[in-house]
Structure formats: C-alpha cells, structure tokens
C-alpha cells in the first residue's frame, strides 16, 4: 500500500511540474501575444499546449471542441465584410475575431501565429498591412524579446515570492574538507597572521570570487562554472576569528560529478538520519556501534561537553581525542537519552591510484594493502539484509576471476575486464563459529557503466588483516615502503604486532603507530599463510618491519577520526527569508540575474570542456529533477519553476537560429542594411538551427534516460 502511495504521489508531483512548465511557457508566449497586439500586428493563433486542438475559442463564434478555423474561413468566404479585429479608433466593431485562443492536446508550453511570420518557414509572408512583415522593424524587434521580458518578469516575482515565504536550504558552511582536496591546501590570502593554509569544518563561505554565497549550492555552482586551472578567491568567516579570511585555491573535477570543485563538504546537523530519510538505518547505527541509540537522535553532550552544534563540532573532538574512547550522549525524540562510548579510527595512509582515467584511494599501513573487502561502512544502501549477488559485508576477496587475492585496483580491473559476463569469486567469510569459511560465488559483472558486481568496497583499514599485493604506483610520489624488503605472498594474514593480537588493517595500523611514538626501529609481525580449500598450507612465522625516521613521522602524523562519518546526521538548514518586501525584491533580482548569468557562463564552460554535454539536463532530466524538487513542497517548485524561466529567456536569447535571440540578430541586419535577410540565407540558417537543437535535445535526452536507467 505504501508503495502505492509513493507511487501516486510521484505522478501527481510530476504532473505538477509538466503544468508549471506549460505555464512557464505559455507567459513567454503571453509576452509575445501582447506586443504583437501593441505593435498592430494580427495574430492568428494564440495556443496553449501542442498538437490536435481540443478546445477553442473566438470572439463572435464562441467556445467550439476542436478549432474553429476551418468554420471560421467559410464564413470569411460567404461574408466578405467579416474582416477581423476592427481597431477601436475607426468606429467600427467588426463582429468577429482574426485570433483563436486554442487548448491542445499536449499541454508542454504554447505558441503564438502572426500574419506573415513563421520561425519554420522564413517563406510564409504577407504584404497585408497588419502583417509581421509590415511593421516597423523597432516593433518587430519588441514583440521577439517580449517573451524573454515576460519570463525574466515573471522569474523575478517567483523569486521574490519565494523570499517573502522563505525557503529552507543548506547554508553555505564547511562540514568537512576532503583528504589532498584543493580546499585542505587553499593559500591565505588575506587574514590574521598565522593563520595556517585550507579550509577546515564550520567555516562559513560568504563570497566566490566576489560573488555573495547565500547557501551551499551558490557556492558549488559557482566552484562548477569556474575556469579550468584558475584559481578562485574563498572568502570565508571561521568561528572565533575575528575578521574574514580570504582563501586561493584552484578547483579541480570531481570524482563523483565530474564538475570542477575544491572538495568540501556540506555541513550536518547533530541529529541522526531518521527513518524517514533512510529506510533500513537501524543495522547501519548497529554496525557503527550505536546499538540502542533511535534513529532521529540528537547528540546533546560529548565528553561532558555541550559546546557543540554542528558535525564538524563532533569530528573535531575525535580529533582532538589522541586514541582515547569518546563518551556521546544521545537524546531520543521521545526525550529519553542513551550514553555510548565510542572508540575513534585512526585514518588509513592513503595512495592514489588510477584505473581507466579513474583516481581511486588506497589506504594502506607502511605499503601493507588489504584485499579488496565488501565495505561495511555507514552506507545506508549496502546492509546486511542486501546480499548482493550472495555477497556479505565483511567479505574479502580470495579470488575475482583469475586474480587470487586482489587489491582493490586489481579487482576492480578484473570486474570490468568481464564486463557483460559470468565471473567466479571466493571469499573469506566468518562464520557461526567464530571461524572463516571459503564461499564460492558464481556473479553476473552488469554492462552498467564500466561492468559492477553490485557491492561498494571497502576503502578504509577496516577490514580483515588479509594481504594483497602493493599496487604499482602507489609509492610514486615517496620514498619505497619499509614493508617492500620482506616477502609477503598475497593472501598472508597478519595474526600479531609485537605480541599484541590484531583483528582488522585498523589494528596494525594502530600498533605500527604505537611502536613509533615509543621511537622503534623495527616492529614485528606473526603472519600466516593464506588460506586454501583445504585451510592454511604453512605455519605461522615471525617477519620484521625497519622503521626508519620518514616512516615514523608518516604514522605519528596520522590523524584520529570518528568511525563514522558525518553523512549519518541530517543536513544543516537554515530558513531563507526577506525581511521586508523590498528586501525580498533585492534578493529575488539578484537571484534572477545569478541564475541568468551562470547559464551564459555554463554554455562558455561547455565550449571550454569544464562542463560537459552529459551535465546538460533535457525535458527528461528537468521532468525528473522536478518530481523530487515538487516532492519538497510548493516553496521549493515555485523555486524550481523561477530557475526554469530564468534558464528558458536565456536560451532563447542565444544568438541561434529559430530561437527568439537569431531572430532578433535578423531583425538587426534589417534595421542596419534597410533590407531583410536573404530567404535562402534564412532557409539554410533555421536548418542548422533545427539539427543544432534536435542534436542537443536527442543527446540530453539519452544521456537522461541512461542515467534514470543507471546505465
């Protein structure tokens, strides 16, 4: 039933939105209709939506189901008095109208006919004084870029009605920077002295380049509409100094979007996703080691702190933490509160290696590198009831196809290598009684994307202690491994370091650290062979690690985390919302000409390749994008539709053929040669335009579908 629900819910949002963008199209057509009756020109048809007509109506006919065009020329040809509109000045009241008001069958926008002008069919003229063509050319050129006016009008009144209710959206503060990102290492520019480099959780952004940021997507559109290899100028206010400090820093694409960004995070709140924001969160918290803490909690006190208010808040006390467990307390929305003490994670050495144009991380411990493993991380979609194709969280890879004992570059190779095909796997898996069993897997490899099992790996040290090989690579940019003068086959599990019994990549990690605070040279590990069919061929024997000085300055430098990330607490909100209406005037004309000026700057970025086609969005991509933006409340779809007018009077004005701004530039070479433009000039331009256009929209189009698909 639920689903059901939802379902019927979707319809009606998207609905919504095809309604909403007819109207934003038919108040363009609008703007054209009322200057064409300024400007003396007869209009012939004015219609909203397209194809079979299935309403109309005309002065001095009335309402008729269908057109009435056809009635209408009998009586032009049995009456030859009935000329159409009389104009009032002459005295005359002729009885009917030259202009049907038409309701089509597709209500996706709409379109004005006048006498004479037809953007198809540059041929389709006429020399009667009410025509297009008769007109003077100043006229002509008001009734093209009505429509524009008219949605700029009315993009700026939906902004400004927006702003008088307001509008909640995620503030433009720094949740978390990311690990080598192009914010970790900004430049100061300008600050207090001393102020050291990179942007660091709770900073509030106020400008990119000068450019005011109200909330975090402002400062990711500017970030994405940047100029590739230039640097950008971060203005940021950061709690406890006392004047802006203003950072450099050169954007560079993003993994997961690829649009040009300098990796920050959007900032959390302190209260847990609940289930209405993630179904099946309750064996995600469980695995966290939030066990009895309700989804929906808020964290109200950490370490007998309550100066806390926002994620980065909690990251930094981890931080802060030297290893030592971390006491949170938790209060349920029913107002009980529930205590856990939380150990932190040390974060991994990290390498970056590429794979088909692809940079991933490779966390490490001194070169030691786990099998690729199935990640238990706090990913809300990947759970214990979500088997995979018969995999498990926890997993880890004995075998991908031919490769024994992969790392997580040579796994990944593997998989995509059979792209579209059957693939045998093996895993080491716990089992019931405490011990690991071999599971044999026969897997499908999709032809999604680059070929996907279907199962996020693991990219932290949170793993069994099970050894791949050191990817080539991965010490490119350093000195070789301590770890690369012993012989480690891959699958060798690690049982001990320096005594001390290790379960995961996360415990050697920690121990390697340890030894070297307390400043040793070397550090041994009990290590065992790998596991077969018929269990572990050897017995375990003793190895030892060198440490030398670079080495011990890479561990004790490594910092201590919360073992789960902010992306388990909701999002930060803060309510956009004008004073007074002419500050809700000031703010939805400046949003009006931000949005206008960024869709200009991204066709430049698409010319320039920082912006790519498959960023484009066409009917399909917006059609979708609505039905989650409706889905959010009408504040939100009237913020949506106010976006969409705005991005349609800049298209339309472009200087391409068949759109408002090609007809404005003949219009111009009329005004300036005294004469029109060729007809054959004319004909062969609207055809590039057409295949221009149907090219775009046939591309956009596909590139929707593909990714609703997730192909």
């Known amino acids: 039933m639920a689903g059901l629900l939802d379902g019927l819910g979707a319809l009606i949002n998207l609905l919504t939105v095809v309604i909403g ?34 309403l109309s109506y005309r002065r001095g006919m009335g309402w008729r189901r269908g057109s009435t065009a056809a009635e209408y020329e009998r009586l032009i040809n049995a009456e030859s ?69 008219f949605n700029i009008i009315s993009a700026a009144a939906l902004f400004v009605a927006v702003f008088m209710i307001g509008i909640k959206s995620a503030p433009p503060v720094v949740g978390a920077t990311l690990r080598g990102s192009p914010a970790e290492n900004a430049r100061v520019v300008a600050g207090p002295e001393g102020t050291e480099p990179g942007l660091r959780g709770g900073d509030r952004i106020v400008a990119v380049n000068g450019e005011i940021a109200r909330t975090f997507p402002d400062v990711m559109m500017s970030l994405a509409l940047a100029e590739r290899g230039r640097s950008v100028e971060i203005k940021v206010e950061r709690p406890g100094v006392d004047r802006p400090i203003v950072f450099s820093a050169i954007p560079e694409a ?49 370490n007998g702190s309550d100066d806390l208010h926002v994620g980065s808040d909690l990251a930094r006390v981890f931080a802060e933490s030297d290893g030592a467990p971390v006491q949170i307390v938790f209060e349920a929305p029913g107002g009980e509160r529930v205590t856990k003490t939380v150990a932190p994670t040390l974060e991994p050495q990290v390498g970056e290696i590429s794979v088909d144009g692809s940079v991933w991380p490779i966390a490490h411990a001194l070169g030691l590198t786990p099998v690729m493993t199935v990640s238990t991380a706090d990913d809300p979609t990947t759970t214990k009831d979500d088997p995979k194709q018969g995999l498990k969280p926890g997993d880890a890879f004995a075998r991908i196809g031919s490769i024994e004992y992969p790392s997580l570059i040579e796994g990944l190779r593997e998989i995509r290598s059979r792209r579209g095909e059957a693939i045998e796997l093996e895993t080491l898996r716990g089992s019931t009684d405490g011990g ?190 609505g039905t989650l933006v409706a889905a959010k409340g009408p504040v939100w779809l009237m913020f949506f539709l106010a976006m969409i007018s705005v991005n349609l009077a800049v298209i339309n004005f472009l200087p391409l053929p068949v759109v408002d701004g090609g007809q404005f530039l003949m219009l111009l070479y009329e005004q300036l040669r005294g004469r029109p433009v060729p007809i054959g000039v004319q004909n062969a331009v609207t055809m590039a335009g057409l295949a221009l256009i149907a090219g775009v929209f046939l591309v956009a189009t596909f590139n929707d579908v593909r990714s609703l698909l997730g192909l």
Not at 31 to 37: S, Y
Not at 280 to 300: K, Q
Not at 578 to 595: M, S, V
């Open 254 to 302: 993003s993994d997961a979007t690829g649009l040009l960004s300098v990796g920050v995070a959007q900032a959390t709140t302190l209260t847990l996703l609940d289930d209405d924001d993630v179904k099946g969160l309750r064996p995600v918290l469980d695995r966290l080691g939030l066990e009895g803490v309700p989804p929906g909690s808020t964290v109200v006190s950490v």
């Open 436 to 625: 690991v069993e071999l599971v044999k897997i026969d897997a499908q490899v999709t032809r999604k994307g680059e070929g996907q099992v279907g199962f996020l790996p693991a990219s932290d040290l949170d793993v069994p202690p099970i050894l791949a090989a050191t990817p080539r690579g991965l010490e490119a940019d350093g000195p070789a491994f301590a770890t690369d003068s012993i012989d480690l086959r891959p699958g060798t599990r690690i049982l001990e370091v320096e005594g001390s019994r290790v379960d995961t990549m996360q415990d050697v990690l920690v121990a390697l650290r340890r030894a070297a605070i307390d400043g040793a040279d070397d550090v041994a590990l009990l290590v065992a062979p790998p596991l077969t069919v018929e269990g572990a061929v050897g017995e375990p024997r003793t190895v030892r690690i060198d440490l030398d000085e670079s080495d011990r300055v890479a561990l004790t430098s490594l910092a201590w985390n919360a073992p789960f990330s902010t992306a388990i607490f909701k999002p930060s909100e803060k309510l956009l919302k004008a004073e007074h209406p002419l500050e809700a005037i000031t703010i939805g004309l400046h949003e009006t000409r931000r949005i206008a000026v960024s869709v200009y700057v991204q066709f430049a970025r698409l010319f320039q390749g920082s912006v790519k086609i498959e960023h484009i969005k066409g009917p399909v991509g917006i059609a979708h994008v």
């Open 21 to 54: 963008f007819g109207l934003i199209i038919m108040i363009h057509e609008l703007g054209h209709f009322l200057a064409a009756r300024w400007a003396g020109i007869r209009v012939l048809t004015f219609a909203i939506g397209f194809g079979h007509p299935l």
């Open 81 to 149: 008095d009935i000329a159409g509109d009389a104009d009032p000045s002459d005295g005359s009241r002729r009885a009917i109208s030259h202009t049907e008001y038409r309701l089509a069958a597709l209500p996706l926008g709409g379109y004005v006919r006048m006498l004479g002008q037809d953007d198809l069919d540059p041929m389709s003229v006429s020399d009667a004084p009410d025509s297009y063509q008769r007109a003077p050319v100043w006229k002509r050129m008001v009734v093209i870029s009505a429509g524009v006016v």
